[in-house]
C-alpha cells in the first residue's frame, strides 16, 4: 500500500481513491475476468486483435498496481478452454501476444517482485507457447512480492475434473482405491493453485454477469464487483474504486452480518452500482 501512495501525489485523479482504502482490509487474491476485448475493437470498427492488443496495457496497470498495493494473488483469466472455437486466425494473434507480453514484461515482473505462474492444461499450448511460458515462469520463481496467475487454457470444470481424477489416480496407484473417499479438502490439495487462497474479490469487466467456466470452486464466498468498462479501458482508478466498493461490503459466509450485531453494514450489490455508493461519499470517481 506504502508503495502506491509513494507513486501518487495529491494531484493525481486516482489519490482520492487510493487513500480511500483501507490497508488492514485489502483482498488478499483478487481474481478478474478480462472481458470485452472484441466490443471495444467492434465499436471502433476494427478487427478484433486490436482489442486484444489494446487490452496487455492494462494487464500491465493492474499487476503494478496490485504489486504496489501489497495484494498477495493476482489471478487473470487469459484463455479458456472454450476459446479454442474461436477462429484460428484469432486464436493465434492470441498466442502472438501472449508470448509479446511475456518477452517485454519480464523485466517490470522482476522489478516488482512479481511470480508469475500458469493455471489450466499448459500441457496443451503451442510448444514455443509453453516453452516461453515456462521460462519466465522459471525465471521470477525466486520472487517473493504478488503471485500472478495466468489462468490459461483453463476452465473451472475441467480444474475440478481435473483434481477428482488426481485422487483417482493416486488411490489406484497406492492400491487403496476401494477406500477412496473425497473430500472438500482433498479437492482443493489438487486443484492448480493449492498454495494460493480462494479469491476475495472477483472483477467482471464489460458489464456481463457471467462466471464463464472460471474458478469455479475457489469462488464460493467471493464478493463480485461488475462494471461496464471494456478492459481495454480498464484503468488504475477501476481496480481501485472495485476494492473501495468490496471494503463496503459485510462478508458473511453463510453466517451473521454486522447488522445482526447491532452495527451499520454497507448495502451490498454485485454491480458497479457499488460505485454511486462511492460517488455519495464525495470521492472522485474519474
Known amino acids: 500500500m506504502k508503495a502506491l501512495l509513494e507513486s501518487l501525489n495529491p494531484d493525481d485523479r486516482d489519490w482520492d481513491l487510493a487513500t480511500a482504502i483501507d490497508p488492514d482490509r485489502l483482498p488478499a487474491h483478487i481474481a478478474i475476468i478480462m472481458d470485452g476485448n472484441g466490443r471495444w475493437a467492434r465499436r471502433r470498427a476494427?478487427?478484433?486483435?486490436?482489442?486484444h492488443r489494446?487490452?496487455?496495457g492494462p494487464v500491465r496497470s493492474t499487476v503494478e498496481t496490485c504489486a504496489r498495493l501489497g495484494i498477495e494473488c493476482l489471478t487473470l483469466y487469459a484463455f479458456s478452454v472454450e476459446n479454442w472455437k474461436r477462429p484460428k486466425a484469432e486464436v493465434e494473434a492470441l498466442w502472438r501476444l501472449l508470448r509479446y507480453y511475456l518477452r517485454k514484461e519480464l523485466p517490470e515482473l522482476q522489478r516488482n517482485g512479481v511470480r508469475l505462474q500458469a493455471i489450466g492444461r499448459v500441457e496443451e499450448l503451442p510448444e514455443r507457447v509453453r516453452e516461453e511460458l515456462e521460462e519466465?515462469?522459471?525465471e521470477t520463481a525466486s520472487n517473493r512480492g504478488l503471485r500472478v496467475y495466468l489462468a490459461i487454457n483453463y476452465g473451472g470444470r475441467s480444474e475440478i475434473a481435473d483434481a477428482v481424477n488426481a485422487l483417482i489416480a493416486e488411490a489406484r496407484s497406492e492400491d487403496r482405491l476401494s477406500s477412496l473417499r473425497i473430500d472438500e479438502d482433498a479437492i482443493s490439495r489438487r486443484l492448480y493453485a493449492p498454495d494460493c487462497c480462494d479469491p476475495d474479490l472477483l472483477i467482471r469487466t464489460s458489464g456481463e454477469m457471467r462466471i464463464s467456466n472460471?474458478?469455479?470452486?475457489?469462488?464460493?464466498y467471493s464478493e463480485f464487483y461488475v462494471t461496464d468498462t471494456l478492459w481495454p479501458d480498464f484503468t488504475r482508478g477501476d481496480l481501485l474504486r472495485a476494492i473501495v466498493a468490496y471494503q463496503r461490503r459485510d462478508r458473511r459466509y453463510g453466517g451473521l452480518g454486522l447488522e445482526a450485531d447491532g452495527e451499520s453494514a454497507a448495502p451490498v450489490?454485485?454491480?458497479a452500482a457499488d460505485e454511486d455508493l462511492i460517488a455519495a461519499s464525495g470521492m472522485s470517481l474519474r
Do not use: D, E, N, T
Open 46 to 51: 476494427l478487427p478484433r486483435v486490436a482489442g
Open 54 to 56: 489494446a487490452g496487455v
Open 136 to 138: 519466465v515462469i522459471a
Open 214 to 220: 472460471f474458478l469455479l470452486w475457489q469462488i464460493a
Open 269 to 271: 450489490s454485485v454491480v
